[in-house]
């Protein structure tokens, strides 16, 4: 393979791409994701140059993230499902999951941190599948000089913070799972013991209430507004069951 400072032909699945050296980055070397200090880099023109119908190989970058996705011609060249991503960055199209060209733009300091997230596991599915090349130097995520800029730091503190709360609800979901339904309105819970309860997690949106097992002693006071009790529960054998009236929807 290649390494780095070397000038030479990449060659995959039996096609050979003469590249500059600047554009070889060797798997050992290979930046963490998303990268968050100088990075090796690439040219904004060089990624544009590289798209369908232009220069080999094809690349497309996500949140500023440089990859040659040559080996997915079915995919990223002409008249493939996804030749629009090719030779431009697509961290918006990848976050929503749209294809619209308005979506196209590199600033997506509009989206949540759940959308930004989905967009960081594609770039993390598609750099364990394709080679990564480095940052693209003087964008919407990178400087010239291949350091974050003042918005990648942003989508970087968005992302732990995301992450942060993904973790507090799993470990919500853990101390409260939820019922099991036997889709007439009857709740239960079984093998997860405790009694069915509404719960909300704090500081979430009401619309996330839902029924969940509550187990005692719990971590926290089983009281409103946390923990409400349904109206309408009775015991049916070994299980106390609860029924969702159209009042607590």
């Not at 119908?53 to 060249?77: D, K, T």
């Not at 800029?149 to 101390?175: F, V």
């Not at 997690?201 to 006071?221: I, K, M, N, T």
Request: a positive charge; one cysteine or more; glycine letters at 10%.
């Amino acid at each position: 393979a290649p390494q780095q400072g070397t000038a030479g032909p990449m060659c995959q699945r039996r096609l050979c791409f003469p590249l500059v050296a600047s554009l070889l980055v060797p798997a050992a070397d290979a930046v963490a994701l998303p990268c968050a200090d100088r990075c090796p880099t690439i040219s904004r023109d060089a990624l544009s140059r590289h798209g369908p119908g232009g220069q080999e190989p094809l690349m497309l970058a996500v949140f500023g993230h440089a990859l040659n996705v040559s080996g997915g011609e079915r995919f990223y060249a002409i008249g493939g499902s996804y030749e629009f991503l090719a030779g431009r960055d697509c961290t918006r199209a990848y976050a929503m999951g749209s294809t619209k060209v308005p979506l196209r733009t590199e600033d997506v300091s509009d989206l949540s941190g759940k959308q930004l997230k989905t967009a960081m596991s594609w770039l993390k599915d598609l750099a364990a599948k394709y080679v990564l090349l480095g940052v693209v130097a003087g964008g919407h995520f990178y400087d010239s000089d291949g350091r974050p800029t003042p918005a990648m730091r942003l989508y970087m503190s968005k992302l732990e913070e995301q992450d942060q709360q993904d973790a507090q609800k799993q470990s919500w979901g853990r101390q409260y799972p939820m019922c099991n339904a036997d889709g007439r309105g009857g709740l239960w819970c079984g093998v997860q013991g405790g009694t069915p309860m509404w719960v909300l997690q704090p500081g979430r949106d009401e619309r996330e209430r839902r029924c969940a097992c509550v187990r005692e002693p719990a971590p926290l006071p089983i009281t409103p507004p946390t923990f409400l009790p349904f109206r309408d529960c009775w015991q049916d054998g070994e299980k106390y069951k609860c029924r969702v009236n159209r009042a607590e929807l």
